[in-house]
């Protein structure tokens, strides 16, 4: 094809030129696809929100515990005005168990319960965190006048000390009137509450000892606001020789015996464990409930041997 030939074709061609009115109006009235799309995910991000929320009201609930001095469980508790109010009732078969209180630490977690009629709370009693984790009871008590009830369990697992714990408490039978001869009586009462756990502090350890064949390693000492809890390692004797009776004495006791005491003398043990590993090596759990003192007395006798260490609160 000659220029000329092309040349004479452009000039002949026709071209439709746009109506700006008609286009601009069908711009302005298109819907922008970014803007279809911000909706949903405007709730969805709401949704989520909310979901996370929830959850961490639910998994860290320490916000919402309430702590106040509770004249006897406080001191039953030794935690005096530290004690979480809780009131959770539960009746079943004719019984009615209320939680009164309760207090956490990093040593123990104490609970107080009230029966009405009265009973006493047996071995069918379980206590689980928002974790989904059970605790084991590691004492009680039981006035079978007043129809109170102190039970000891063992320390709320990390992240509880973080975040507070939700815990459900799962009572399964009763002791009426606490005659252990009575036949138990069955129920199903489910108690919940809130608590704060106290955080411990740990102090510099106690120098070894050493009780005839007995060797005494300390390895742990801290006090919280509420309590004071020692452990100590045992090795040179077996369990069963801490266990023999000490002779001449009208009620034999036990040849090895530990004790917390306070400045006047006056003993603030609450409880005490012993357990022995696969090599033989007694572990030793003390825990006391503390006083106004700063200063505690570690007494450890084995038969006629004695050992004592002081301890200073900082």
């Known amino acids: 094809m000659t220029a000329e030939l092309l040349e004479?074709?452009?000039?002949?061609l026709t071209v439709e030129v746009p109506d700006a009115g008609r286009v601009a109006a069908l711009v302005l009235g298109s819907r922008p696809r970014s803007?279809?799309?911000?909706?949903?995910?405007?709730a969805l991000s709401v949704v989520a929100?909310?979901?996370?929320?929830?959850?961490?009201a639910y998994f860290?609930?320490?916000?919402?515990?309430v702590v106040a001095r509770v004249p006897l469980a406080g001191d039953a508790l030794g935690a005096r005005d530290r004690v979480t109010l809780v009131g959770d009732s539960?009746?079943?078969?004719?019984?009615?168990?209320?939680?009164?209180?309760?207090?956490?630490?990093?040593t123990r977690t104490e609970l107080i319960f009230h029966s009405s009629p009265v009973a006493s709370l047996g071995l069918g009693i379980q206590m689980s965190d928002q974790f989904g984790r059970t605790y084991i009871v590691s004492s009680s008590f039981s006035n079978l006048v007043t129809g109170d009830i102190r039970v000891e369990l063992d320390p709320l697992a990390w992240p509880a000390p973080l975040t507070g714990a939700r815990i459900t408490v799962q009572i399964k039978q009763l002791n009426p009137d606490g005659d252990p001869t009575a036949a138990p009586v069955m129920g199903a009462w489910i108690l919940h509450a809130t608590l704060g756990v106290d955080e411990a502090t740990s102090l510099a350890?106690?120098?070894?000892?050493?009780?005839?064949?007995a060797r005494l390693r300390f390895t742990s000492v801290v006090y919280t606001p509420g309590s004071v809890a020692v452990d100590f390692e045992i090795t040179g004797?077996?369990?069963?020789?801490?266990?023999?009776?000490?002779?001449?004495?009208?009620?034999?006791?036990?040849?090895?015996?530990?004790?917390?005491?306070?400045?006047?003398?006056?003993?603030?043990?609450?409880?005490?464990d012993e357990r022995v590993d696969w090599l033989g090596v007694i572990h030793v759990h003390v825990l006391g409930y503390r006083t106004t003192d700063a200063r505690y007395?570690?007494?450890a006798t084995y038969f006629a041997d004695r050992m004592e260490r002081t301890i200073t609160l900082s």
């Open 8 to 12: 004479r074709r452009l000039e002949a």
């Open 35 to 42: 803007q279809a799309r911000r909706w949903p995910r405007t």
């Open 49 to 56: 929100a909310m979901v996370l929320t929830a959850l961490v």
């Open 60 to 65: 860290a609930p320490s916000a919402s515990t």
């Open 90 to 106: 539960a009746t079943s078969n004719g019984y009615t168990i209320t939680l009164v209180a309760a207090y956490a630490d990093a």
């Open 205 to 213: 350890l106690p120098a070894p000892a050493t009780l005839g064949h």
């Open 237 to 272: 004797v077996s369990f069963e020789d801490l266990q023999l009776g000490v002779s001449g004495d009208p009620k034999p006791k036990p040849a090895f015996a530990v004790d917390v005491l306070d400045s006047n003398g006056k003993s603030i043990m609450s409880s005490s």
């Open 297 to 299: 007395s570690i007494v």
